[in-house]
């Protein structure tokens, strides 16, 4: 083995400040991507896939509101069942990095602690936009044709990165709590109903009513009636106050998710687990 | 010069089955260059006490300092001097060895070309250069603790926490992880460590605290700790156990605390006096008894724990 110098009290090399440091961390995540590609390419279809099987399977079969065809109606829902999914992959990779002693590795250097969840939000969410690009492209070659300007546009994304950041901190928040990886693959399970019990693919009015009111609080539907309204298509007529306000519901729900959910994840963090 | 760990009376207790579990009052004390060893079973507070001096957790009594600085007000400055080597390998599975040295080194403020040659240097230096460029979650579990400890040491630390390096290994990767050790230790670097294993605390620490339930039971060199529990031993191996039933009489002439092991072919009785061994030989040779093996040695690490704690290794979730 090769000797090195003798350890001194020598002064510190100065560690990165937060933002350099939380993008240090996201590019780690950002590299994991390449030699996973297969796995991370299943994860940004996936919406597609989904997407595909409801215009062959059911798309002749599901009635559509107003005059929009079925694809200008089921993509705005699908884009919010898009971020939905990335639930799943912010859950793992939290617990991945919690179970497996990185987070520990991290949390004993002198860089702020902020960044190292900073740095799996910013990836995250890079990752979302790579699955809704993906996801656009593929519905405007099925015929998709929005009706929407620059900025009911921009509306619209900010929305959706709104819902996918609510959601981060509940996927760390679950993910950084975890004894295994798992231990938390339940999350995949859970998803499928929460996209579901929406007014993603279903009226809400076919619904018995107690349902039809949670699906149109769901902020699922939430984020996909607003996103209809923006990009033009036509939503179910509406149950409750939450159908009636979808715009309002689709920034009150991710800030109120956010403030539930950014300090549990942020103490759970601090304290290393539960 | 500052020692390079010092702590006072330092403990956190949680609630668990039948009152408090956690660490209670440990102070610790250690110069630089030496090798600490906290040994104990599982639930003993090993972890905890680490954890606590590497800033991962606040303790909830007493104080420290880590080369030199204080751990509560001062934790930033004590992070940019230690180590930590956990119980895994604390890396990123899904990338390669040299991905991982790079990312931590950039983490630890070098730049992007020192980065680059701390990895290329550390990969070689622990033997990692086939498997540089292949993910890490393909590796055995010897590369990989190789490769976090290569990850503790990007930036050389003052103070190294190693918490059971050697669970799962081995006893070829083991002795390899030892002498990576040895190394840091001749080149300055102060390592605490836990483990379970009395060989390791044995092999490489220059002081050993035994721990058990969250109180420290003894501390000193690891011959102090066995100079505590008594005398060196006899042990006389028979071919047979029948032998061994044979000779027994005879020996507890010797000293009438001759008892056969638990394997039942063996023969052990305290050495109190300096000539107990001689005794031991000749009172087989009277009795035209031939032993396979006669060892005069002194009580292994696991008799002094089993005499010290007055029980067996607790089986605990450790805290």
């Given at each position: 083995?090769t000797?090195?110098?003798?350890?001194?009290?020598?002064?510190?090399?100065?560690?990165?400040?937060l933002?350099?440091?939380?993008?240090?961390?996201?590019r780690?995540?950002?590299?994991?991507?390449?030699?996973?590609?297969?796995?991370?390419?299943?994860?940004?279809?996936?919406?597609?896939?989904?997407?595909?099987?409801?215009?062959?399977?059911?798309g002749?079969?599901?009635?559509?509101?107003?005059?929009?065809?079925?694809?200008?109606?089921?993509?705005?829902?699908?884009?919010?069942?898009?971020?939905?999914?990335?639930l799943?992959?912010?859950?793992?990779?939290?617990?991945?990095?919690?179970?497996?002693?990185?987070?520990?590795?991290?949390?004993?250097?002198?860089?702020?602690?902020?960044?190292?969840?900073?740095g799996?939000?910013?990836?995250?969410?890079?990752?979302?936009?790579?699955?809704?690009?993906?996801m656009?492209a593929?519905a405007?070659?099925?015929?998709?044709?929005?009706?929407?300007?620059?900025?009911?546009?921009?509306?619209?994304?900010?929305?959706?990165?709104?819902?996918?950041?609510?959601?981060?901190?509940?996927g760390?928040?679950v993910?950084?709590?975890?004894?295994?990886?798992?231990?938390?693959?339940?999350?995949?399970?859970?998803?499928?109903?929460?996209?579901?019990?929406?007014?993603?693919?279903v009226?809400?009015?076919?619904?018995?009513?107690?349902?039809?009111?949670?699906?149109?609080?769901?902020?699922?539907?939430a984020?996909?009636t607003?996103?209809?309204?923006?990009?033009g298509?036509?939503?179910?007529?509406?149950?409750s106050?939450a159908?009636?306000?979808?715009?309002?519901?689709?920034?009150f729900?991710?800030?109120?998710?956010?403030?539930?959910?950014?300090?549990?994840?942020?103490?759970?963090?601090?304290?290393?687990?539960? | 010069?500052?020692?390079?760990?010092?702590?006072?009376?330092?403990?956190?207790?949680?609630?668990?089955?039948?009152?408090?579990?956690?660490l209670?009052?440990?102070?610790?004390?250690?110069?630089?260059?030496?090798?600490?060893?906290?040994?104990?079973?599982?639930?003993?507070?090993k972890?905890?006490?680490?954890?606590?001096?590497?800033?991962?957790?606040?303790?909830?009594?007493g104080?420290a300092?880590?080369?030199?600085?204080?751990?509560?007000?001062?934790?930033q400055?004590?992070?940019?001097?230690?180590?930590?080597?956990?119980?895994?390998?604390?890396?990123?599975?899904?990338?390669?060895?040299?991905?991982?040295?790079?990312?931590?080194?950039?983490?630890?403020?070098?730049?992007?070309a020192?980065?680059?040659?701390?990895?290329e240097?550390?990969i070689?230096?622990?033997?990692?250069i086939?498997?540089a460029?292949?993910?890490?979650?393909?590796?055995?579990?010897?590369?990989?603790?190789?490769?976090?400890?290569?990850?503790?040491?990007?930036?050389?630390?003052?103070v190294?926490?190693?918490?059971?390096?050697?669970?799962?290994?081995?006893?070829?990767?083991?002795?390899?992880?030892?002498?990576?050790?040895?190394e840091?230790?001749?080149?300055?670097?102060?390592?605490?460590?836990?483990?379970?294993?009395?060989?390791?605390?044995d092999?490489?620490?220059?002081?050993?605290?035994?721990?058990?339930?969250?109180?420290?039971?003894?501390?000193?060199?690891?011959?102090?700790?066995?100079?505590?529990?008594?005398?060196?031993?006899?042990?006389?191996?028979?071919?047979?156990?029948?032998?061994?039933?044979?000779?027994?009489?005879?020996?507890?002439?010797?000293?009438?605390?001759?008892?056969?092991?638990?394997?039942?072919s063996?023969?052990?009785?305290?050495?109190?006096?300096?000539?107990?061994?001689?005794?031991?030989?000749?009172?087989?040779?009277?009795?035209?008894?031939?032993?396979?093996?006669?060892?005069?040695?002194?009580?292994?690490?696991?008799?002094?724990?089993?005499t010290?704690?007055?029980?067996?290794p607790?089986?605990?979730?450790?805290?």
């Amino acid at each position: 083995m090769t000797t090195t110098a003798p350890v001194t009290t020598a002064p510190a090399i100065a560690a990165p400040r937060l933002l350099a440091a939380s993008w240090i961390i996201a590019r780690r995540s950002i590299s994991s991507w390449r030699q996973q590609l297969g796995a991370m390419a299943t994860g940004w279809l996936f919406p597609i896939f989904v997407t595909l099987l409801f215009l062959g399977l059911f798309g002749g079969a599901l009635d559509v509101p107003g005059d929009s065809t079925y694809v200008d109606f089921l993509i705005p829902g699908m884009f919010a069942v898009t971020m939905l999914f990335g639930l799943e992959s912010t859950t793992l990779s939290a617990a991945a990095d919690a179970t497996r002693g990185l987070n520990d590795r991290l949390r004993s250097y002198p860089i702020n602690g902020a960044a190292i969840v900073l740095g799996r939000a910013t990836a995250d969410l890079i990752s979302s936009l790579i699955s809704l690009t993906l996801m656009a492209a593929f519905a405007l070659a099925m015929g998709w044709r929005p009706v929407v300007g620059v900025a009911g546009a921009i509306l619209a994304l900010m929305l959706l990165l709104a819902l996918r950041f609510a959601l981060l901190w509940i996927g760390i928040f679950v993910g950084y709590g975890a004894r295994s990886v798992e231990s938390v693959a339940y999350i995949q399970i859970v998803t499928w109903p929460i996209a579901f019990l929406s007014s993603v693919f279903v009226n809400p009015a076919t619904m018995p009513d107690w349902l039809g009111t949670l699906a149109e609080l769901n902020p699922i539907s939430a984020t996909a009636t607003a996103l209809r309204d923006l990009l033009g298509a036509t939503s179910w007529p509406t149950q409750s106050f939450a159908g009636d306000q979808a715009v309002a519901m689709a920034a009150f729900w991710p800030l109120l998710l956010t403030a539930v959910y950014l300090p549990l994840a942020a103490r759970r963090f601090r304290k290393g687990g539960k | 010069m500052t020692r390079a760990i010092e702590a006072e009376q330092v403990g956190k207790l949680y609630a668990g089955k039948g009152g408090e579990v956690g660490l209670h009052d440990l102070s610790l004390q250690a110069e630089q260059g030496q090798v600490l060893a906290l040994l104990g079973p599982n639930g003993a507070g090993k972890t905890t006490a680490v954890r606590g001096l590497a800033t991962l957790l606040s303790f909830d009594r007493g104080t420290a300092r880590v080369a030199g600085y204080d751990l509560g007000r001062e934790a930033q400055r004590v992070r940019e001097r230690i180590g930590l080597v956990g119980q895994y390998a604390a890396v990123d599975e899904q990338l390669t060895a040299v991905q991982n040295l790079r990312f931590l080194g950039r983490l630890r403020g070098l730049g992007r070309a020192a980065s680059a040659a701390r990895a290329e240097v550390l990969i070689e230096q622990f033997g990692l250069i086939a498997a540089a460029n292949r993910a890490v979650s393909g590796y055995s579990g010897g590369m990989r603790r190789r490769l976090d400890l290569a990850a503790s040491l990007i930036v050389t630390p003052q103070v190294l926490f190693v918490d059971e390096p050697t669970t799962g290994l081995d006893p070829a990767a083991r002795r390899d992880l030892w002498e990576a050790l040895r190394e840091l230790v001749r080149q300055g670097t102060t390592i605490l460590l836990t483990t379970q294993y009395l060989e390791e605390a044995d092999e490489l620490a220059d002081k050993i605290v035994l721990l058990a339930r969250g109180k420290v039971v003894a501390e000193g060199t690891s011959d102090d700790l066995k100079a505590m529990v008594g005398p060196p031993i006899v042990q006389i191996r028979f071919a047979a156990a029948d032998d061994a039933d044979t000779a027994l009489p005879a020996l507890a002439r010797v000293d009438a605390r001759a008892r056969l092991d638990s394997s039942g072919s063996m023969v052990i009785l305290p050495a109190t006096a300096p000539e107990a061994l001689a005794r031991s030989v000749d009172a087989l040779t009277v009795a035209g008894l031939a032993a396979i093996e006669v060892t005069l040695r002194k009580p292994t690490l696991d008799e002094v724990f089993l005499t010290l704690t007055g029980d067996g290794p607790a089986t605990e979730e450790a805290a």
